[in-house]
């Protein structure tokens, strides 16, 4: 059978769009001969939709607009994901669906089985579990058409497995010939070649090609990499999409040909891609064509604006340096280096004067308490002030610069640094930053090399250095990745790294500052366990 793959970029909740979208990819797979045309999970309603699905007005829009796709059909088929619901109650036959069409009609759902509800993803809180796991018969194939988590049960692959029931199993049982999966899976690094080596087991197990046809783009915090991967009934790959981007394909299951290709690339190029393709969209959907960037002198905010150029180009990118009596003389000239390199706009202003008299003000109500730690808050909510202010002015949206274990620990400034729309690099760890500033360094200097040769500070007082408060990067970033993405206890960490009193201090920190972190901008998740939608802890606890 020929299938037209269509990795779509979608709108979350902009009917219309996704609707024309999907009619646009069918037509041009029609021209190419196709026989079955296939788009992602929710391709017409666009991935997470959240608490859209509860709105009934919009479950009847959706219902609406996939009768008015499928009456476009002719004989090629088309499958793509929708809403399907059988009555108004919420939590009752509301399902997250693929849908077959041709000749005019919907013929055939199929809703999703297996409802996942971990990490980020929340669909039990939306969607039913389908009923029945089904097969069905369509110019000469059985298709056994099944969304997302429907495959990620496989025995063979999985020695622990989140579910009892295997729906593409069933559908293997059932007589299917050729595997469907339409997925919605966000990206993380590492789960690209993961999901290549399941599905070649899969396939090569049960002898049937495989269409796996993922969508792209960026919704909000999540960012999903396309690389729609093809089977051949040998378990070997027969085609694959474009990384981070829309891609439209054919895949001819009679024909034998495999791909000897490394599906993902070297940590620091993936993830820097990812990063660049995330903000882009994101500013993109919002409407946002301009981006603005508190530029310190420091690593972290020197590849925040690095990635801004590449994404929107640097006529859309504007920094503000804003020094105060702390600030080094190399930091600002820093700061022009890389702004020289980058052929950024930028501005001036210090802090100073408003700092000295905030100060001056605040010193008539504190009797005479010293007021170090909170003058240098003062500082960073003054930047905050300045940054949000030129943001209101010419509509450029704020970045926030800070990194995963600054905003582990609480290494920030609530309204001060935090401040902003979009968190670029908060799921990056400091030795991360590192490893992706010097790839970018590869060919020639960007970044300028004294930015990242330099100790880490934050300037807000004299000689002032992360590490006076904080442990080394490399041993505070080997205690965050055990305690957050692998969730290893005190015990278990300190048996691993030693230093009983640095991980206890390290953990309690992270603990302490959960709220800092829910009022934090949206982070771009690159990791398998980021802050924000995907990891929910309580602010009042009392387990440490």
Known sequence: MK???????????NLEYNKKKILDGYNEGVKQGAELVVFPELALVGYPPLDLVEKKEFRDAVNKAAKEIAGETKSTGLIFGTITADDDNIGTDVFNSAVLCFDGKIKFVQPKSLIPNYDVFDEMRYFDAAENVNVFDFKGEKLGISVCEDIWNDADYWHIRRYKFDPVEKQIEKGATLLINISASPYSYGKREGRKQMLETLT?????????VCCTGAQTELIFDGASMCFNARGKLA????SFNEDY???DTEIENSQIVDVEKSFEEEV?????YGLKDYCTKLGFKKVLVGLSGGID????????VDALGKENVHVVLMPSQYSSEGSVKDSEKLIENLGISSSNISIQPVVDVTIEQLEKVFDAEPISITEENIQARVRGLYLMAYSN???????TTGNKSELAVGYCTLYGDMSGGLAVIADLYKTDVYKISNY?????EVIPQVIIDKVPSAELKHNQKDQDTLPEYDLLDDILRMYLEQNKEIDEIIKIVGSPEVVTKTLRMVDRNEFKRKQAAPALRVSKKAFGYGRRFPIVQGWR
């Open 3 to 13: 299938l037209f793959i269509c990795q779509t970029n979608t709108i979350i909740g």
């Open 204 to 212: 090569g197990n049960a002898k049937i090609p495989l269409a796996y």
């Open 239 to 242: 085609a694959i999409g474009k």
């Open 249 to 251: 394909f054919i895949f």
């Open 272 to 276: 820097y891609n990812a990063l660049v």
């Open 301 to 308: 905010s020197a590849l925040v604006t690095t990635i801004a």
């Open 393 to 399: 002015q010419y509509g450029s949206m704020l970045l």
């Open 440 to 444: 970018i360094n590869r060919s020639g």
